[in-house]
């Protein structure tokens, strides 16, 4: 014992400060220690938030701060066990302040638009979000980059300077209230009243749709082909998906009951107009001879004020 104790009180000199062999041997343990602690007290705290029912995303940002606050106070711990005074790193971290400053720009900026992102919530743990030409929910929001999971399946990490420098479409920022459209064009002579009311009934059925605000529809414009018509309304929707699932619905309604109600659903056409003669004659084999099938196909012939033409 008095061996081990001469051992443990064996010291050496850093600069001005005196550090044993038993200082050396609790730091370890006091930092392997403090992070399992900090690692269940932290497990703990988000488990008692959920219970809560406190958003995901506040969660988020408050057991990011306690791991903050939970390693400093470690590390501290440390360096007293030691005897090294805070001072004794402020040449250090001057020289790597400065090379941050330099050569991590990127890197403290997406950090610090990570803070900004959790504590000023413009974007939010579950949001449903339209950057560019991608578009996906948001799954965390991290240190340098936010996780979105795409609407095909893929996971995409954008750094957090671009959510914050670039337009962000957040369909789901202040409520779940989505307007969406479905159009369609009737024939010409259709009874445009009657294929107005259809549409009003189609959307006050579909239980999805909101009644208020009041679903509408307007009789757009006289199209080439097809009167045109517009059916306008509000869902409460959460992705793209169910708007599009919404859509799809009412459009196989409309179908259906356009059937019903013998209005046709119109498509391209086209009037020729022709000025001249049209006559068909079909050529006669000659006596004794029979033509193979398909020889003697009727001819068109067109004739106009100048000239004459001949198709088959």
């Known amino acids: ?3 081990l104790t001469a051992f443990l009180g064996i010291s050496f000199q850093i600069g001005d400060q005196t550090i044993t062999v038993l ?5 370890p343990t006091v930092l392997c220690v403090g992070w399992l602690l900090l690692g269940w007290a932290a497990r ?45 790193f402020a040449f250090i971290s001057g020289a790597v302040a400065i090379g941050i400053g330099f050569g991590a720009q990127n890197i403290i900026n997406n950090f610090i638009s990570g803070w900004i992102l959790m504590w000023e919530r413009p974007i939010r743990i579950g949001d449903f979000l339209e950057i560019g030409d991608t578009k996906g929910r948001v799954e965390a929001i991290n240190a340098r980059s936010t996780r979105i999971r795409r609407i095909d399946g893929v996971h995409l990490l954008i750094p957090n300077s671009h959510l ?42 579909q239980q999805d749709i909101l009644q208020d605000p009041a679903a509408v529809v307007y009789f757009e414009d006289f199209g080439d ?10 869902v409460n929707a959460t992705s793209e998906k169910d708007v599009r699932q919404i859509r799809s619905e009412l459009r196989f309604g409309i179908d259906a009951l356009f059937r019903e109600h013998n209005i046709s659903i119109a498509f391209p056409q086209r009037d020729i107009h022709v000025d001249g003669a049209i006559t068909i004659t079909r050529p006669v084999a000659p006596a004794g001879h029979e033509a193979p099938t398909g020889e003697l196909e009727p001819v068109l012939s067109f004739q106009d004020h100048d000239s004459k033409s001949h198709a088959r």
């Open 225 to 234: 082909n097809a009167l045109l018509f517009g059916a306008y309304f509000w």
């Open 164 to 205: 914050l420098e670039n337009t962000v479409v957040n369909w789901t920022l202040v409520d779940r209230l989505t307007r969406s459209e479905v159009k369609v064009g009737v024939a010409y002579g259709s009874p445009a009243k009657q294929v107005a009311e259809l549409l009003e009934q189609l959307m006050l059925e």
């Open 44 to 88: 703990a705290l988000r488990n008692r938030l959920t219970a809560r029912s406190v958003n995901a995303d506040v969660i988020h940002l408050i057991i990011r701060a306690f791991n903050i606050v939970g390693l400093g106070i470690i590390g501290i711990t440390m360096l007293d066990i030691l005897n090294v005074p805070l001072t004794a």
């Open 1 to 3: 014992m008095e061996q």
């Open 23 to 27: 200082d050396v041997l609790v730091a």
